[in-house]
Structures are given as structure tokens and as C-alpha cells.
């Protein structure tokens, strides 16, 4: 019930009545995620305060955030963010499988570079990850992954916009 409460906002109307609005969450998976500072800013330009999930060997603390760090451990914080996670949320990370999962809870996931996750591209998503670890695991070599480039941090930013505006209709 306390989580609820925190997401509740209490408006006046135009004709002086009062409403009470359910806010949305972002939240951040912080562990190796390039996109803090800028998620951190065009969530404050909606009025927004992300949340910003680590485990203790990233802990991140930002005062114009809040932010959960969890116990060191694979994908804790990804779990931390899956608990936390409701239908109408955002959820920025670039982990596919805690993508799907929020996904299904109706949450909208969007990754670092811009993309975002939806119900028609994460199964392909999720397939060519599969892929990918079978031909590491058999030998096999991938080509290196580019480096982020200044082009990513302008997607990231325009394709977040358009998803909290689009929440917010």
C-alpha cells in the first residue's frame, strides 16, 4: 500500500473539484546504463522523479533521483526493478529478458540506444541473444559492438519524450 500512495497525486480540477491522478514510474536499471544523466533530465521535464536501481558494487546516488541499491547478485537488480515495475511504467535497460517480463506487465521498456521494446520485437530480440550465446559457447566469435555514439544519446532522448507523451495522453 505504500508504494500505491506514493504514486498518487491529488489535483484541482477546473471546476474546483479534486481528482487523484496514479503517476507513472521511471525506472532506471543503473547497472552499466549510459543514458542516467539524460533519462534524469527528461523525466524532470515531465515532472517526473526516475527511480535508479544497483546492486552494491555500482550504487548510484543522485540527488535529483531516488535511488535502490540491492544486495550484490546476479540480475538483483533487475528483479528489483520487476517488483517495483507496474502497467504504465517506463522502464529504461538494455537486459532483453527483464524488458520481456515488464512488457508483460504492461510497463513500455525502452534500451539505452533509443530502441524501443515492444511486443512485436522482443521475441526477435530474445531469439537472436539466444543465438548469440550458443556461437560464444560453441567457439564461435561476434562482431564487436559499436560505440555508443552522440546519434544514440539524441535517440535515446527524442524516442523517451515520445513514449512519456504518449503515456501521459
Known sequence: FGELF?????????????????LMNILIDGDACPV???????????????????????????A???????????D????AVLSRCNKGDLV???DYALAA?????????????GTEYTDFNIDMMLEGRYIAKKIRSSG??????????KA???NFILKMREILIRIKK
Open 101 to 113: 517480463l515488464c512488457l508483460a506487465k504492461g510497463a513500455f521498456a525502452l534500451k539505452p540506444d
Open 140 to 149: 564461435g566469435r561476434l562482431p564487436k559492438i559499436k560505440k555508443r555514439t
Open 6 to 22: 506514493h504514486r498518487l497525486k491529488v489535483c484541482r480540477g477546473h471546476s474546483g473539484s479534486f481528482r487523484v491522478l496514479l
Open 36 to 62: 542516467i544523466t539524460d533519462a534524469v533530465k527528461v523525466s524532470s521535464e515531465f515532472g517526473l522523479r526516475p527511480v535508479i536501481f544497483s546492486d552494491t558494487a555500482h550504487n548510484i546516488q543522485r
Open 92 to 94: 529504461i535497460t538494455n
Open 152 to 154: 544514440d544519446d539524441e
Open 64 to 74: 535529483d533521483a531516488d535511488s535502490v541499491t540491492v544486495d550484490k547478485g546476479a
Open 76 to 79: 538483483s537488480a533487475d528483479f
